[in-house]
């Protein structure tokens, strides 16, 4: 009876991992529409685990940037995607992210962690893709949460590799 107990459970534990199909190649690099300046994205695809890393460098639309006298001028955000799921070998899609926190080299940990909404990557080729993002914030952040105010927005993209 244990061990067939056990034997579920190992089975039960196996399936999330086994649903998830294996990449086609691997993406890593910085991506990029060249139509469009002024965002971009780097993709990290883990070697044996195929898990990734994505961030979108973009602006926010909330903080005009002082530093700079031209007032459509706005503060670099990034929004993380740390994981994903592969559902098919040419598209990942996951969770992500609006953090904030202390740098890596200082001591302590106040980093704060939202989800804000998905990213989805469809691979058409080693060089092109297509990418998709629906970030709709929760209404019920604290004014010191870093994704307080942010406002609702979504797309369709065609990227590709940023040849260097």
């Keep these: 009876m244990i061990r067939k107990f056990l034997l579920a459970a190992l089975a039960a534990l ?7 199909a294996v990449p086609a190649a691997n993406y ?5 529409n060249p139509n469009e300046s002024g965002w971009g994205l780097s993709f990290v695809q883990h070697a044996g685990t195929n898990q990734v890393y994505a961030v979108m ?4 639309p909330r903080e005009a940037d002082t530093a700079s006298t031209d007032t459509t001028d706005f503060k670099p955000l990034w929004i993380v995607m ?32 939202n989800a804000v909404g998905t ?20 209404g019920n952040l604290s004014s010191t949460d870093p ?10 993209k065609s990227i590709t590799r940023q040849s260097f």
């Design 14 to 20: 196996a399936l999330p991992a086994a649903a998830q």
């Design 82 to 113: 740390s994981g994903g799921n592969w559902v098919s070998p040419t598209q990942i899609t996951g969770n992500v992210f609006v953090t904030n926190g202390v740098p890596f080299f200082q001591a302590g940990s106040n980093t704060t962690v």
């Design 119 to 138: 990213f989805t990557f469809n691979f058409t080729d080693f060089n092109n893709a297509t990418f998709s993002y629906n970030l709709a914030p929760q």
């Design 147 to 156: 994704a307080f105010g942010l406002p609702a927005f979504n797309g369709v």
């Design 28 to 32: 890593t690099d910085m991506w990029y």
């Design 57 to 60: 460098y973009t602006y926010d």
